[in-house]
């Protein structure tokens, strides 16, 4: 739209240049469909809307003040190792081991949920409360590429903190001397990356949904980390493989578990539950990878629905 | 095509009995209107469903029932439209960790334009608000003054044919205020549609003569402030004339055709209030030339929008 001479004349800023000057667009813009004549221009290509939301997600993510706190949650597996390579040196207890238990007891059990619950309910949640996910909303983009930028964006900054624990745990581990680095081990560190990386991804999925539906999404994420993933992990048989928590842990080898020690009834059931053998490690990433792609479906289709009051 | 309450074919903004419901409160009850380019305002007191109708209009929340339209198309459904539009919220809320420049910059780049484009715009829009000093400075250390200018910037910069000014001037300076009141009046000659919403009415009036006036959710009246005006016959207009003899001008006036009232106030001024405006000015004329009257200068009272205002609503 171009102004006549006169209007131009009055629209020229200190720039010397015309609002319409400096919006001339240099780049056609694709149409879709008509309507009445008009021409609807495409959206932004998907790929394009969801690198730039991820980008600048991320970013502000990591800005937040519960990063701080999530950093230093994340030493606790640090400060375990540590306390093992100062006062237990001599007790046996291999590299392997230790970062076998970290992932089955510590990673699956707690960090994982934790880190994932604060940055995955806020992803779509908190810009929706703060009222600032008008912008993206009123620009030419797929609410598909808003919550898949977003949730991305959330992801990574779970995954990378939990990460970033392993490499100081790995640090202090070869603080030991670097015998221990054997192929076994370099097998299993990695390994525990991916583990990691597909819980990160998945928890963090389901409570961006929950922060899509719920205006206040801690305590549902709160009941479903502690609550239902601990029950339901620790009912015997195979109860326990609805939850998460059993399929991540399953990726991981299982350190020993003597279940002669475990009293009266509650022992038989657990010693049950315990010795139950496992399901196959395709099986539980097939389980994760689909419940990941079901809460994003789910979480996408929330948002489109959702309705933007602030 | 110009304004409010034009033909729905010519509108590039429609609402179809459109409404809202927020539990059992009703914020906009079956509103229908049709807005064509031009500056439009959408008055009403707070409360009155504006920024529901708004929000409604630029495809944050969903009708209850009715539809909405802008270029025919549904934005909450077909998004492409987005390039073509521009909105501006009432919210305050902004992403406070980014600096200015790089808040325009997201979003001109979610608009899909090249980078250089970008740099350009930016730049403009950055002098044309005179931010470019703090276009460096995170969002959360700038002023309800500059928060304003920049949420304005965003919905301009990529140069939208229809857009949605949610009580854009709240917290400006008088300085910041007249620029962006001289902007809005741009835009709209320039063909854009522009609606602007805000409670204070001199601030639509300095804007624009047409309007939406909305209250209690329901759209009381719209078009020109003129000929809503005239469309309250039952609320009479005042209007002041002088003369060099009042008193006589008063005598003839008194029981005439479409002339409610007459007075003459402490100014030597005869006041008339009159139940049809547009048939007493055209009256008037011949009454002075048949009659020999002296009427020197003839004052609308109360023809502004406030008055409008308090007529249609009666607050």
Not at chain 1, 67 to 90: M, T
Not at chain 1, 163 to 183: A, D, K, R, T
Request: proline residues 5%.
């Amino acid at each position: 739209m171009i102004a006549s001479g006169a209007e131009d004349r009055a629209l020229r800023g200190r720039t010397g240049k015309t609002m319409n000057e400096a919006n001339q667009t240099s780049t056609p813009i694709s149409t879709v469909a008509t309507h009445g004549g008009l021409s609807m221009p495409a959206p932004l290509p998907s790929l394009t809307a969801i690198h730039w939301i991820a980008w600048f997600s991320f970013r502000e993510m990591v800005r937040r003040r519960w990063i701080f706190s999530l950093g230093l949650i994340n030493l606790l597996p640090v400060l375990v190792v540590g306390a093992i390579r100062i006062w237990f040196p001599d007790e046996g207890i291999t590299a392997q081991h230790q970062l076998s238990s970290l992932s089955h007891e510590v990673f699956t059990t707690f960090l994982i949920p934790v880190i994932a619950m604060a940055a995955g309910v806020s992803a779509i949640g908190g810009p929706i409360e703060e009222g600032t996910i008008v912008y993206p909303w009123t620009r030419p983009i797929r609410r598909r590429s808003i919550y898949l930028g977003r949730l991305l964006a959330a992801q990574s900054v779970t995954w990378l903190l939990l990460s970033l624990s392993l490499v100081l745990c790995f640090l202090v581990m070869v603080s030991e001397g670097l015998q221990i680095i054997n192929w076994e081990f370099l097998q299993l560190y990695f390994q525990t990356f991916l583990i990691i990386g597909i819980g990160a991804f998945t928890y963090a999925a389901i409570f961006a949904a929950m922060g899509t539906y719920f205006k206040k999404p801690v305590l549902p994420a709160i009941l479903f980390a502690f609550g239902w993933e601990n029950l339901v992990a620790n009912i015997p048989a195979r109860i326990q493989e609805w939850s998460l928590r059993f399929h991540l842990q399953n990726l991981v080898d299982r350190p020993d578990v003597d279940t002669t020690d475990l009293p009266g009834i509650i022992g038989a059931l657990l010693a049950t539950a315990l010795k139950r053998d496992p399901v196959p490690k395709y099986q539980s990433i097939a389980v994760l990878l689909v419940v990941m792609a079901v809460a994003t479906v789910v979480g996408i289709w929330l948002l489109k629905n959702k309705e933007i009051e602030k | 095509m110009m304004g409010a309450g034009v033909e729905v074919s010519a509108a590039r903004i429609t609402a179809d009995r459109v409404g809202k419901w927020f539990g059992e409160v009703i914020a906009v009850n079956n509103c229908s209107l049709s807005v064509g380019t031009g500056v439009v305002g959408l008055l009403g007191a707070n409360g009155a469903g504006k920024s529901t109708l708004f929000k409604m209009l630029a495809g944050l929340i969903e009708p209850s029932h009715g539809s909405v339209s802008v270029f025919g198309g549904k934005l909450r459904e077909e998004v492409g439209w987005y390039r073509r539009v521009g909105f501006c919220p009432e919210s305050d809320a902004l992403p406070d960790w980014m600096t200015g420049r790089e808040f325009l910059t997201l979003n001109l780049r979610l608009m899909g334009l090249p980078g250089r484009e970008i740099n350009q715009r930016v730049g403009h829009w950055l002098e044309r608000f005179e931010l470019t000093d703090a276009a460096g400075r995170r969002l959360g250390g700038y002023s309800k003054g500059m928060r304003q200018k920049l949420k304005l910037a965003q919905a301009l910069a990529h140069d939208p044919d229809v857009i949605f000014l949610d009580e854009p001037l709240n917290g400006m300076d008088p300085v910041s205020r007249k620029h962006s009141i001289d902007l809005v009046r741009e835009l709209g000659e320039t063909g854009r549609t522009v609606m602007v919403s805000s409670h204070i009415l001199p601030e639509v009036e300095s804007m624009t003569g047409e309007i939406i006036l909305i209250d209690r959710g329901k759209v009381l009246a719209e078009g020109a402030v003129t000929e809503i005006r005239d469309k309250i016959p039952e609320h009479p207009t005042t209007v002041a004339l002088n003369s060099s003899h009042p008193r006589e001008l008063a005598g003839f006036l008194i029981g005439r055709e479409h002339v409610v009232s007459v007075e003459v106030d402490d100014q030597g001024r005869v006041v008339v209030r009159t139940d049809h405006a547009v048939g007493f000015y055209r009256a008037l004329p011949g009454w002075v030339l048949q009659n020999d009257l002296s009427v020197e200068e003839i004052l609308t009272l109360d023809d502004s929008l406030e008055a409008v205002f308090q007529y249609l609503t009666q607050h």
